[in-house]
C-alpha cells in the first residue's frame, strides 16, 4: 500500500513538472519577434508533448523532461536573438499597420513608389 502512495505522488509530481514545462516552453515560445516563428514554436511544442503523453516509463519519462529543458534554454537563447531583427506585423498577426499621416494621426495608406 505504502508504494502503491509513493508510485501515485511521483506520478503527480511528474504531471506537474511536465505541465510547467510545457507552459514554458509556449510561453518563451511567444517572445519570438516573428510570427512564423512563434507559431512554429507552439506547433512543435504542443506535437511533442502530445505524442509523449501517454508515456509511463519514469526513466523515459526524465530523459524527455532533459530534452525538454534543453529546448527551453535553446529558445531562450532564440528569443533574445529574434528581439535583434524585428520586422513590421503580417496581415495574418493582425493589428494596424501603415503610417500616420492623416490630419488626425490615423492610419492610412500609402501607395509605395517604385517601378509604377
Known sequence: MQSAATALAAQGEHLFQARSLYRSLLRQGRQFALYNFREYAKRRTRDAFHA?????????????FQTGLKELQMLKRQTVVSQFFQMDRLVVEGGASGKETGKSGAIVRQKDTGWD
Open 52 to 64: 509523449h503523453q501517454a508515456e509511463r516509463d519514469p526513466r523515459r519519462i526524465q530523459e524527455l
